[in-house]
């Protein structure tokens, strides 16, 4: 499973780079907003940490601006830059536009499986199920995501399923146990994946061992 960080910090996004977990970014207005900065420069700085997938939000509501915005993101990274479009007839309108020239669209603020086969119909590279929206709302957001793999695998498509929203480690566990292809973490989460009590007891009583044998 290819691990994502979703954020707008470029500090977060460098510090899970040099632990060898950044396969990608994942950004939107909001997040953005929180890291205080101009889009524009988030994104250059991302462009020239991350060599892979980055995927960059259009604000557009209509698909001729959406497709308008995309054409002014790709100039960052022509090949690197993912354009995220929202999951509405406008957004799908668009996906097929920029599909059709080679243009790779994650297709966000999914949350039912047949969402994500109109997303795959209309050519989205990715699609981002928000596990954790969902199951704020009562919803089983990881069923979702197995039952959106079992599509895909049903009728061959290529899509890949980016797992979104996600809010803790079980979140990222599962993921893995269902078969998704992407999870998007914040950093926040990765950095407890790093981390179990037993690790910490082991490393205390290693150092308490290594000083005793020392005197």
């Not at 977060?12 to 909001?30: C, F, K, Q, W, Y």
């Not at 999951?87 to 039912?112: P, Q, Y």
């Not at 009590?197 to 061992?209: A, H, K, M, Q, Y």
Request: aromatic share 6%; glycine share 8%; hydrophobic share 45%.
């Amino acid at each position: 499973m290819k691990f994502f960080i979703d954020t707008a910090d470029i500090e977060e996004i460098r510090a899970a780079h040099d632990m060898g977990l950044v396969d990608g970014v994942t950004t939107n207005p909001s997040l953005v907003a929180k890291s205080g900065r101009k889009f524009t420069e988030v994104l250059k700085d991302i462009v020239a940490l991350v060599d892979g997938p980055i995927s960059a939000e259009v604000v557009a509501t209509d698909a001729e601006g959406m497709v308008a915005e995309a054409r002014e993101l790709l100039q960052y990274h022509p090949t690197n830059i993912v354009i995220k479009v929202p999951m509405t007839g406008e957004g799908l309108k668009a996906t097929r536009v920029l599909a059709k020239d080679g243009v790779r669209v994650n297709m966000t603020l999914i949350f039912s499986p047949l969402q994500a086969l109109l997303a795959a119909k209309a050519g989205a590279a990715y699609v981002s199920p928000f596990v954790g929206r969902l199951d704020d709302v009562g919803h089983d957001g990881m069923q979702g995501v197995d039952e959106i793999l079992t599509i895909f695998e049903n009728y061959g498509f290529d899509t890949e399923i980016i797992v979104a929203s996600v809010r803790s480690p079980l979140h990222v566990l599962k993921a893995g146990l269902v078969g998704a292809h992407i999870c998007t973490i914040p950093f926040s989460v990765i950095m407890q994946l790093t981390k179990h009590p037993l690790t910490d007891v082991g490393i205390e009583r290693f150092l308490s061992d290594w000083n005793k044998s020392q005197k």
